[in-house]
């Protein structure tokens, strides 16, 4: 089954960090621009970081930057979001993305765009 599967996500305090993962059955993610959105409740997805398929390209959303870090490891098969100094509005289900046909830049500013693969989303929860 070609699917996406995050993982990683959890309840923390203010100021901790979680890893996310983001792992694809199926298929290979080598050569796919991936991104991770998230979207809290009663708000409109958006998008966090993404990374280019071709040469590792990242960009972030003006809310994470210096605080989130989007790696892959293609021997793994798998997309990372490290997340330091998490913030209450950092809370939502996050949700990665796969798209063979968008640069990265491109790929951050389409939230709700029919990409190639979707997951099925991991819930942060950023609370004291």
């Known amino acids: 089954q070609l699917q996406l599967v995050e993982s990683g996500g959890d309840l923390v305090q203010p100021g901790g960090s979680l890893r996310l993962s983001c792992a694809a059955s199926?298929?290979?993610?080598?050569?796919?621009?991936i991104g991770w959105f998230r979207q809290a409740p009663g708000k409109e997805r958006e998008a966090v970081s993404c990374?280019?398929?071709?040469?590792?390209?990242?960009v972030y959303a003006d809310s994470v930057k210096g605080r989130f870090t989007i790696s892959r490891d293609n021997a793994k098969n798998t997309v990372y979001l490290q997340m330091n100094s998490l913030k209450p509005e950092d809370i939502g289900v996050y949700y990665c993305?796969?798209?063979?046909?968008?640069?990265?830049?491109?790929?951050?500013?389409?939230?709700?765009?029919?990409?190639?693969?979707w997951g099925k989303g991991t819930l942060v929860t950023v609370s004291s």
């Open positions: 993305a796969a798209d063979m046909s968008l640069i990265v830049q491109a790929m951050c500013k389409f939230p709700y765009a029919n990409h190639d693969y």
């Open positions: 990374i280019s398929g071709s040469d590792d390209t990242t």
């Open positions: 199926g298929f290979t993610l080598d050569y796919y621009t």
